[in-house]
């Protein structure tokens, strides 16, 4: 099935970054009650059992003929560093940083992709990514930092590990998916993200049955209240989300998507004020016409 139109790789990465921002707030909510672990295992089956039933209805084949054998271990080594490692970090730092400060450690995302790019793949920077990517990246430090004094040390203690954990999440699911450009500029991407997603999901199963968190997902599998935010979150993050984020790198160069879903940061102020209660600051509307701003330039 064709995706592709004007501008759709920056369409895509544009709805990428909403569709996570909501997600992440649902992250947040489950993140209160679900372990990291747990929480990235359901979200990925949930994810999966939906990629697959699209696949089926959309008639995609999950074993394509034109597809090498290069190209599978690609994607499942993508799958298990961007999905089953690089998630399970990022809800770690999410819940000991909350959406407000790990979305300024999120801001390294965008970065940390243009450095893969540029390494790897044949791609430029060219100066209005140079303008979007400065506007993206201040976005999120005007909207986001404040100095904090009076934090008692244990809490400053977890505001670290959550900033380091932030940085070496953000830096796995940029390897993830600069990756797979090659691959993904030939395949469909509705196959990348199931074969990423199968291999994600495969990974945490094996951790997850080794430990004593069977029981834990187990119990978050039963119909419960919890239910109200895991399922919206994996919804979000593991089906709608990542499809758009795989289609976005896919119709446009990583740098340009990566820096337009770096706004995903500043939506992710403006639902947190909504629905987490956060203060929504005239610094955090700065932030967000600045963050904007980048995301339209980016696109030209």
């Known amino acids: 099935m064709n995706f592709d139109f004007p501008n759709a790789g920056e369409v895509y990465s544009a709805l990428c970054a909403f569709l996570w921002a ?63 490692i690089a998630d399970t970090i990022f809800f770690a730092s999410l819940n000991r940083l909350g959406a407000g400060r790990v979305a300024i450690v999120d801001c390294l995302y965008s970065p940390f992709v243009i450095l893969c790019s540029l390494a790897h793949l044949d791609e430029s920077l060219g100066p209005l990514l140079v303008v979007a990517l400065v506007l993206m990246v201040s976005a999120i430090f005007v909207g986001t930092w404040r100095p904090e004094h009076r934090d008692k040390p244990e809490d400053v203690k977890q505001i670290r590990i959550g900033i380091v954990l932030g940085i070496v999440s953000m830096a796995c699911m940029a390897v993830g998916i600069s990756m797979i450009k ?27 049955a080794c430990t004593s968190r069977r029981r834990e997902f187990v119990k978050v599998f039963r119909p419960s209240s919890l239910w109200k935010v895991t399922i919206p979150a994996a919804v979000f993050g593991a089906y709608l989300a ?59």
């Open 22 to 84: 909501i997600a992440v707030i649902f992250y947040r909510k489950s993140g209160e009650k679900v372990t990291p672990v747990v929480l990235n295992l359901f979200k990925n089956v949930t994810g999966l059992i939906l990629l697959c039933g699209t696949m089926l209805i959309l008639s995609v084949e999950f074993f394509p003929e034109n597809q090498t054998a290069q190209d599978w271990i690609i994607l499942l080594i993508s799958g298990v560093i961007g999905i089953g």
């Open 182 to 208: 090659p691959v993904l500029d030939r395949s469909d991407p509705w196959w990348v993200s199931t074969v990423r997603m199968v291999s994600g999901t495969a990974f945490l199963a094996v951790i997850v």
């Open 242 to 300: 990542i499809f758009f984020w795989i289609a976005g790198m896919k119709y446009t160069e990583t740098t340009t998507a990566s820096i337009l879903n770096q706004s995903s940061n500043v939506f992710v102020i403006f639902l947190a004020a909504i629905f987490l209660k956060e203060r929504l600051t005239t610094r955090k509307l700065l932030a967000i016409c600045m963050g904007f701003a980048g995301g339209v330039i980016a696109t030209f």
